[in-house]
């Protein structure tokens, strides 16, 4: 993706257009607690947009029961989705996942997923926005 692409907007920006959870867990990188967002039982088919910049991110058909409370995906809708970064917060290193698009942070991916990725996108719901497909 092209620097062209990419979409920024000031903090105040931000705000205006989402919730406070949804602005401190995009663009300040805040985890929601595990078993409280919108989407970790989800099961309905469709597609996952960014919320911040509604960039189609992850199909449901990617989505599994990861066991952690968190909407876990093992594989993005396409390889330039989804961003990487080294996160070294909380005493650790991990990897952090961002939107491609406007880099709102998404959550955390793991090596601990299923076949065939063996990938766990750990995503916070409230950097995700369910587009259900249409009912057949």
């Not at 300040?28 to 967002?37: I, L």
């Not at 088919?45 to 029961?65: N, V």
């Not at 916070?124 to 497909?133: F, G, H, I, P, V």
Request: hydrophobic fraction near 25%; aromatic fraction near 10%.
């Amino acid at each position: 993706m092209s620097n062209d692409d990419k979409v920024t907007r000031s903090d105040e920006e931000w705000r205006d257009q989402l919730s406070e959870e949804e602005f401190q867990v995009t663009r300040c990188s805040a985890t929601e607690r595990a078993f409280t967002g919108r989407y970790w039982d989800e099961k309905a088919s469709g597609t996952y947009h960014c919320i911040c910049c509604d960039a189609p991110l992850f199909r449901s058909e990617t989505k599994y029961d990861s066991g952690t409370g968190w909407p876990s995906f093992f594989q993005p809708i396409a390889e330039d989705a989804v961003g990487e970064k080294v996160d070294q917060t909380h005493g650790m290193v991990r990897t952090e996942s961002v939107c491609a698009k406007c880099d709102a942070h998404l959550g955390h991916v793991f090596p601990d997923g299923p076949k065939p990725t063996g990938l766990r996108y750990c995503m916070n719901s409230a950097s995700l926005n369910l587009k259900k497909d249409e009912e057949a």
